[in-house]
């Protein structure tokens, strides 16, 4: 079984609508990273979280990660065509400041 | 943020051959991973890189398909060997940097006939 589901699977928004995508684990997180990566490219870093609770934001982007550090979320606040591209979440599991665990991503597309 | 270079950026391959993936970064890291996402798919882990060690392969991954080197601290080859359509992905390394922060390069594009 997938170790870090994100939801939705994909998503299309209207420019100028926020919108929220999570990332979910059965594990305790040590670090949760939010990518986001453009088609067949790679993965831009935009955020990591460590503490519960924490939340950060960068331009209209705002992740949080929750305080049992086990979710988190992602908000775009007025989404822009530039927003589109795949959102990836990856967590540091074991601890050890190594190798990242995956989801499966989130497509998104912000139409015009 | 560090430069993460990778090459080839893209590369259309046939069966049976092997390609060698380079990853050069402009600091020196104890060490490198190397990723694979599959069409549609997220990323795993091939392995991480030491140097000055043999490569550590995560579980399905062996190293006489993927052969890695490590020969100083800011660079790594991947070789895909013995090429077939199913090791058409896309091929990433990353390296950890200052702030904890796993940074990836841009990635090589493999297509197997």
């Known amino acids: 079984s997938q170790e870090l589901e994100q939801s939705p699977q994909s998503l299309i928004v209207q420019e100028g609508k926020n919108l929220t995508i999570n990332c979910t684990s059965s594990k305790t997180l040590y670090g949760l990273y939010w990518y986001k990566q453009k088609y067949g490219e790679g993965l831009i870093f935009l955020m990591m979280?460590?503490?519960?609770?924490e939340e950060k934001s960068h331009e209209k982007i705002t992740a949080k990660l929750d305080e049992k550090k086990q979710q988190s979320s992602l908000h775009i606040t007025a989404s822009q065509p530039s927003h589109a591209g795949i959102y990836l979440c990856?967590?540091?599991?074991?601890?050890?400041?190594?190798?990242?665990?995956f989801g499966k991503g989130i497509t998104l597309s912000v139409r015009p | 943020s560090a430069v993460i270079s990778q090459k080839p950026s893209r590369d259309i391959c046939q069966r049976g051959t092997s390609l060698t993936i380079q990853c050069q970064v402009d600091s020196q890291v104890t060490m490198m991973f190397w990723y694979r996402q599959q069409p549609g798919q997220s990323l795993t882990l091939i392995a991480t890189?030491?140097?000055?060690?043999?490569?550590?392969?995560e579980s399905g991954f062996v190293i006489d398909k993927f052969p890695i080197s490590r020969p100083n601290l800011t660079f790594s080859t991947l070789t895909v060997s013995n090429m077939s359509p199913e090791d058409s992905s896309i091929y990433l390394c990353s390296v950890y940097l200052q702030g904890g922060i796993q940074y990836f390069g841009a990635g090589t594009r493999l297509s197997v006939l």
């Open positions: 990856g967590a540091d599991i074991s601890g050890a400041n190594s190798k990242l665990t």
């Open positions: 979280l460590q503490k519960g609770g």
């Open positions: 890189a030491n140097q000055g060690s043999e490569a550590t392969y």
